[in-house]
């Protein structure tokens, strides 16, 4: 939801209540304003000419001038009119049609209406994100879920979790690739990468610099020997990706020298990263630049945006509604299903990396007769 700032200057005008003192919204005398359901609309009071003209809301037009009250939901007043005075309002869903008011001089404001989210005619705008609880709610209309509880909610946020870690058992989570240099130790051959920092300290220290290492990591699909960081003639050498047999199978894992090769274990808690050769005094001090792919986050609370790129949303909700009608509708598992593979395949092929193609013509070189 969006924050929008209002700039309020008093100054002589005339709207529907005649000529006189009138507020003015970023320039404008005594405007209408739309309010969106969801927002937060700040008021900002802080020009010398708002003096004594603090700006409250209400329900009646003109405010208590007309015979109403102000009107208190969601409005939050700091400051003094005229030095650092604001008017803050979060705008309640179902919120009733405002008037904006000074609360010590009559006719100075005007309407203020509050319309849901998106149902203004004369805007055309996409919601990008989509919060949990709108994905939840979709889920479960495809499944012909109406009305849905307390325990359903929470259920769903649960199989959405559980539809995260499938994700990532497809290695469908690219879009957490990042990078990052881990600063070798000589002698440390293994380097640990924690889930948290509830969970440990991820650091290396040498010569006399440290370095964080990144938490959250879920695998590390490469790595390089980096020398000369930061340097016009910095160099990166590959080093290969084994398994643990192959890991199991050199003689002597203490052997010091310049990495090159790497293993990683993936623990609940943490991700390790073990080199062979235990770096020497001379790789000391260099880095082991490396790609890696963090874990996909929780759904978290119900007004949280997922931690999921546009382009996945559909496999989302599909795959939501899936997983929900094997609970609460049966006889719509296997379309659900269908559907949810439908747009996981199409979701997998945006998510893909292309590489320029070209084409080279077959070229046919006759032979002498």
């Known amino acids: 939801m969006a924050t929008i700032t209002y700039t309020v200057t008093v100054a002589s005008g005339t709207n529907q209540y005649g000529t006189g003192n009138k507020y003015y919204i970023n320039g404008a005398v005594s405007p209408d304003l739309n ?36 009107y208190t939901t969601g409005v939050t007043v700091t400051g003094s009119p005229g030095t650092d005075g604001k008017t803050t309002i979060v705008v309640a869903t179902y919120a009733p049609t405002l008037y904006y008011y000074c609360v010590n001089h009559s006719g100075m ?85 924690y889930r948290s920092t509830a969970d440990g300290a991820s650091s290396t220290t040498a010569g006399g610099t440290s370095t964080t290492l990144t938490y ?14 930061n340097n016009t ?25 310049t990495p090159s090769q790497f293993w990683v274990q993936r623990f609940i808690d943490k991700t390790t990263m073990t080199l062979y050769q235990t770096p020497d005094s001379t790789a000391a001090g260099n880095y082991i630049y490396i790609n890696f792919v ?11 945006v997922g931690d999921i790129p546009n382009r996945f949303v559909p496999c989302m909700v599909s795959g939501l509604a899936f997983y929900l009608s094997q609970k609460w509708a049966l006889d719509r598992t296997q379309q659900l299903k269908l559907l949810y593979e439908d747009e996981l395949s199409r979701a997998l092929a945006e998510d893909g990396s292309p590489t320029s193609a070209f084409i080279s013509p077959k070229t046919y070189y006759p032979t002498a007769s």
Request: aromatic letters at 12%; one cysteine or more; hydrophobic letters at 30%.
């Open 109 to 193: 404001g005007a309407t203020a209406f509050t319309p849901a989210a998106g149902s203004i005619s004369n805007q055309s705008t996409f919601e990008s994100t989509f919060t949990i609880d709108e994905v939840i709610e979709d889920a479960y209309e495809r499944c012909g879920v109406q009305g849905i509880t307390g325990y359903q909610l929470k259920a769903a946020r649960r199989s959405l979790n559980i539809l995260f870690q499938e994700w990532g058992n497809r290695g469908l989570h690219y879009w957490e690739v990042g990078n990052t240099n881990v600063l070798l130790v000589q002698g440390q051959s293994e380097y640990t990468f």
């Open 294 to 304: 963090k874990r996909i986050t929780d759904a978290g609370a119900y007004d949280n």
């Open 216 to 229: 959250g990591l879920a695998d590390i699909l490469e790595a390089s020997y980096r020398q000369n960081y």
């Open 233 to 257: 003639n910095q160099s990166d050498s590959p080093l290969t990706k084994v398994d643990r047999s192959t890991y199991t199978a050199f003689s002597n894992k203490t052997a010091l020298g």
């Open 35 to 70: 309010l969106i359901e969801g927002n937060t609309y700040i008021f900002d009071q802080s020009d010398s000419t708002n003096g004594t003209h603090r700006i409250g809301f209400s329900t009646t037009p003109n405010g208590s001038w007309g015979g109403g009250s102000e």
